[in-house]
C-alpha cells in the first residue's frame, strides 16, 4: 500500500498570503489528521476530519481551516500567514480500526517570509 | 497546559547501551499511549504503543513501561543502535477519538 502522501514538500509564501496544502491518506483510510510541528512548541494537533466533517479540532485561530473530500484527500488552508506560522505541516491517516494507529505523512515544509 | 511532558530533551548512548525515555500525562481519561519514532526529513513513524491495562510491552528491543498510579511511562531501548539515533516522541490520547497530545520529543544519538 503507498504511504501517507503530502504536497507540496516544500513551500515559500510572505506574510499576508494564503496557503493551501493537500494530503492524501493511505487508501481504505477515511480519518485525517493535521498537526503542525515547530521546533518550540513541538507536535500540536490542528484538525481531524472523518467522512467529510471534522470530527476533533485544537486549539489553532480561524485562520486554520480545512476540509475533506468524498475520497478522503484532505486539504488544510492558512490565511493571512504569519512568520510564526513557518512549520512542518504534518497529515495523519488512520483506518479508525480499534489499534487507531496513526500513519504520518512526510510534512510539508512551510516558510513564511 | 502540557498534557504530555517528555524528559530528556537529548540523550547520548553508547551502542549496545540502553536508552530510557520518560513521558508523564495529566489526563487520566488517556487510554492509549504511542511512542514515534522521526528522522529528518520524515514524519514521525509508530514504534510501538500500549493501553492502561498491561504494565509492559515488548517489541524486540524496544519495551514501555507504564505506571498508570503515577501517570507515567517510559520507552526503553536495549543495545542501541547507531541508526536508533532519532528524535522519539510521545503520545496520549483517548481511545476513539483521533486527538493526540505529544510530548516535546527527545533528540537520541547512538555513539559507535
Known amino acids: 500500500k503507498a504511504g501517507v502522501t503530502q504536497t507540496p514538500r516544500y513551500l515559500i509564501k510572505t506574510r499576508g498570503q494564503q496557503v493551501t496544502l493537500s494530503c492524501s491518506p493511505i487508501?481504505?483510510?477515511?480519518?485525517v489528521s493535521w498537526y503542525q510541528q515547530t521546533p518550540g512548541q513541538g507536535l500540536q494537533f490542528l484538525f481531524e476530519?472523518?467522512?467529510?466533517?471534522?470530527?476533533n479540532k485544537g486549539n489553532f485561530p480561524g485562520r486554520f481551516s480545512g476540509r475533506q473530500f468524498s475520497n478522503s484527500r484532505s486539504e488544510m488552508n492558512v490565511s493571512t500567514l504569519e512568520l510564526g506560522d513557518s512549520a512542518l505541516y504534518l497529515c495523519?491517516?488512520?483506518?479508525?480500526?480499534?489499534?487507531?494507529?496513526?500513519?504520518f505523512g512526510p510534512g510539508t515544509r512551510l516558510t513564511v517570509l | 497546559q502540557q498534557q504530555v511532558k517528555q524528559s530528556p530533551q537529548s540523550l547520548i548512548v553508547q551502542k549496545g547501551g540502553i536508552s530510557i525515555i520518560n513521558c508523564a500525562y495529566e489526563?487520566?481519561?488517556?487510554?492509549?499511549f504511542p511512542w514515534y519514532q522521526q528522522f529528518p526529513g520524515k514524519g514521525p513513524a509508530l514504534l510501538i504503543a500500549?493501553?492502561?491495562?498491561?504494565s509492559e510491552k515488548k517489541e524486540g528491543r524496544f519495551t514501555i513501561s507504564f505506571n498508570k498510579s503515577a501517570k507515567q511511562f517510559s520507552l526503553h531501548i536495549m543495545d542501541s543502535q547507531p541508526g536508533d539515533s532519532a528524535t522519539y516522541f510521545c503520545?496520549?490520547?483517548?481511545?476513539?477519538?483521533?486527538?493526540?497530545?505529544f510530548g516535546s520529543g527527545t533528540k537520541l544519538n547512538v555513539k559507535p
Open positions: 495523519a491517516s488512520s483506518s479508525r480500526t480499534s489499534t487507531d494507529t496513526q500513519y
Open positions: 487508501s481504505g483510510h477515511r480519518s
Open positions: 476530519y472523518f467522512s467529510e466533517t471534522q470530527r
Open positions: 489526563n487520566t481519561a488517556f487510554d492509549y
Open positions: 500500549i493501553r492502561p491495562d498491561v
Open positions: 503520545a496520549a490520547s483517548i481511545l476513539g477519538f483521533n486527538k493526540f497530545y
